[in-house]
């Protein structure tokens, strides 16, 4: 059974960085494309990054664009979501995921990924 377990979360200072892990075990996440979704209090879950299988394509939800990147290493199963320039409007709870459908533009809608983490928090202090 695959499993994803998110790290890197914590308190950071608007305008400070933090790097998500997701480590992926129980299956190769190389032909999985993973998407990286948040949920704040009170607010649904909404797409923050997704990757594709080789990287190819990416996509960004505007509010992130220049700021957060996401990347994969397919060696180690691990993927990764940098964040830079953190505002007190990305406090939420991160989560990975993993779609097994792998299409070539990654999907954004939740519904269709397969696999999720536990998450872990990111609070950003203004």
């Known amino acids: 059974q695959v499993q994803l377990v998110e790290s890197g979360g914590g308190l950071v200072q608007a305008g400070g960085s933090l790097r998500l892990s997701c480590a992926a075990s129980?299956?190769?996440?190389?032909?999985?494309?993973i998407g990286w979704f948040r949920q704040a209090p009170g607010k649904e879950r909404e797409i923050v990054a997704a990757?594709?299988?080789?990287?190819?394509?990416?996509y960004y939800a505007d509010s992130v664009k220049g700021r957060f990147t996401i990347s994969r290493d397919n060696i180690t199963n691990t993927m990764y979501l940098q964040m830079n320039s953190l505002e007190p409007e990305d406090t939420a709870v991160y989560y990975c995921?993993?779609?097994?459908?792998?299409?070539?533009?990654?999907?954004?809608?939740?519904?269709?990924?397969?696999?999720w983490g536990q998450g872990t928090q990111v609070t950003v202090s203004s």
């Open positions: 990757i594709n299988v080789n990287g190819g394509r990416r």
């Open positions: 995921a993993a779609d097994r459908h792998a299409p070539v533009v990654p999907d954004t809608r939740g519904w269709v990924y397969d696999y």
């Open positions: 129980g299956r190769t996440m190389s032909t999985y494309v």
